[in-house]
């Protein structure tokens, strides 16, 4: 059998990574899970910081994001707090549902929280309640608002 190493790193940008990033977002957007995703370009990724889980040196998992000052969040921070904005946390399917998801939040939020006082994140999720599931229920984030739709009319 197999040793398994699992590990979540933050990285640099460069080229194998940036093709690694953008050829799992189009796995993802075939996946059709969220409303309006589409796969990522170079413009999409850079400026973030980008964290990784990996097994055994293999790339199963991103999470990307960047430090924002609040502003008109006054319900839940004052204007000027520091935050980090997760823009997409993916996991490759056939590795969910083992904690990946979790431990690779869980390292971020770790790293991060010298540097921020909350983690943020939208999501445009067709399963909202696993999503709710995940980032309350088993990561204790709090809920802050939805924007919720209902086409009514023709097309």
């Known amino acids: 059998m197999k040793d398994t190493k699992i590990e979540v790193i933050e990285k640099a940008l460069d080229k194998a990574l940036l093709h690694t990033l953008i050829e799992m977002s189009r796995d993802w957007a075939a996946e059709k899970s969220c409303y309006g995703y589409r796969e990522n370009s170079q413009i999409d990724i850079e400026g ?19 430090v924002e000052e ?32 979790k431990l690779l939040f869980q390292h971020v939020e770790k790293i991060v929280s010298n540097e921020v006082k909350y983690i943020m994140l939208s999501t445009a999720t067709k399963n909202w309640k696993a999503i709710l599931h ?20 023709a097309e």
Request: proline share 1%.
């Open 48 to 66: 973030n910081r980008i964290f990784v889980v990996q097994e055994n040196d293999h790339i199963v998992g991103y999470l990307f994001g960047h």
């Open 70 to 101: 609040a502003k008109n969040a006054n319900s839940i921070m004052k204007d000027g707090t520091a935050y980090f904005e997760i823009e997409e946390l993916y996991i490759l399917p056939q590795y969910r549902c083992m904690g990946l998801g």
């Open 134 to 153: 995940f980032y309350i229920e088993e990561l204790g984030m709090e809920f802050w608002s939805a924007r919720l739709y209902k086409r009514v009319g």
